[in-house]
């Protein structure tokens, strides 16, 4: 059983490692966590949901990126699934922001590594 559980230990911290170094890789990615660490300062206010306690609509971050509706989805989505991110629905939009929370775990495990 302790065999089991150091095991899937491993894999789970593992698996956060692979993911959220993936969401890091990518400097589109970065630069929406910037952005996100104060929403006001960077986006212009929405119609629908509160700029900081409901996120930034996604349409509003791939203006500011840039790029096409798809590619924004790709990257919001990794750095969703590395836990960077949170969605939530308002009306047919998804606002975004940060997990400050799974960002300082991500940290410390980047710190026990080293």
């Given at each position: 059983?302790?065999?089991?559980?150091?095991?899937?230990?491993?894999?789970?911290?593992?698996?956060?490692?692979?993911y959220g170094l993936k969401a890091l890789?990518?400097?589109?990615?970065?630069?929406?966590?910037d952005w996100l660490k104060d929403p006001?300062?960077?986006?212009?206010?929405?119609?629908?949901?509160?700029?900081?306690?409901?996120?930034?609509?996604?349409?509003?971050?791939?203006?500011?990126?840039?790029?096409?509706?798809?590619?924004?989805?790709?990257?919001?989505?990794?750095?969703?699934?590395?836990?960077?991110?949170?969605?939530?629905?308002?009306?047919?939009?998804?606002?975004?922001?940060?997990?400050?929370?799974?960002?300082?775990?991500?940290?410390?495990?980047?710190?026990?590594?080293?």
């Open positions: 059983m302790d065999l089991y559980i150091a095991t899937w230990q491993y894999t789970s911290m593992t698996m956060d490692l692979a890789a990518n400097e589109k990615r970065l630069q929406i966590l006001t300062a960077h986006f212009r206010p929405q119609v629908d949901g509160d700029l900081v306690k409901d996120g930034v609509c996604g349409l509003l971050i791939t203006e500011k990126l840039g790029v096409s509706q798809p590619t924004a989805s790709e990257h919001l989505r990794v750095l969703s699934d590395a836990g960077f991110l949170t969605g939530k629905k308002i009306k047919q939009w998804i606002f975004y922001r940060r997990d400050e929370k799974q960002i300082a775990a991500f940290k410390s495990l980047m710190k026990k590594l080293v």
